[in-house]
Nanobody, 123 residues
Framework: QVQLVESGGGLVQAGGSLRLSCAASGRTFSTYAMGWFRQAPGKEREFVAAISRSGGSTYYADSVKGRFTISRDNAKNTVYLQMNSLKPEDTAVYYC????????????????WGQGTQVTVSS
């Protein structure tokens, strides 16, 4: 099993930046593909970005492509989401997730989830 803890959320003005971190417990972090998802009030959870076990492959939702960057440091058991040029529509609770296979965009196919961190972008 793996436990995930997100951090780095907060309030930022439109056009600003934030970096989210997701720290994982356990010694097998490098065997998990990781994903970031977000959920705004009244909306379904949606895919944001995903990264392969080695970090060699990354995937993004069209809405964040070119603005967000996912990365991971397997030595630190941590995955990151660098968010630049933030927009009010990026406001949501952001979750990281892990699955013991290749990265996918479907939330239901992830095995482990963090508790989420709130990101609020003011206009």
């Amino acid at each position: 099993q793996v436990q995930l803890v997100e951090s780095g959320g907060g309030l930022v003005q439109a056009g600003g930046s934030l970096r989210l971190s997701c720290a994982a417990s356990g010694r097998t972090f490098s065997t998990y593909a990781m994903g970031w998802f977000r959920q705004a009030p009244g909306k379904e959870r949606e895919f944001v970005a995903a990264i392969s076990r080695s970090g060699g492959s990354t995937y993004y939702a069209d809405s964040v492509k070119g603005r967000f960057t996912i990365s991971r440091d397997n030595a630190k058991n941590t995955v990151y989401l660098q968010m630049n040029s933030l927009k009010p529509e990026d406001t949501a609770v952001y979750y990281c997730a892990a699955r013991s296979s290749f990265p996918v965009v479907v939330a239901a196919q992830y095995d482990y989830w963090g508790q989420g961190t709130q990101v609020t972008v003011s206009s």
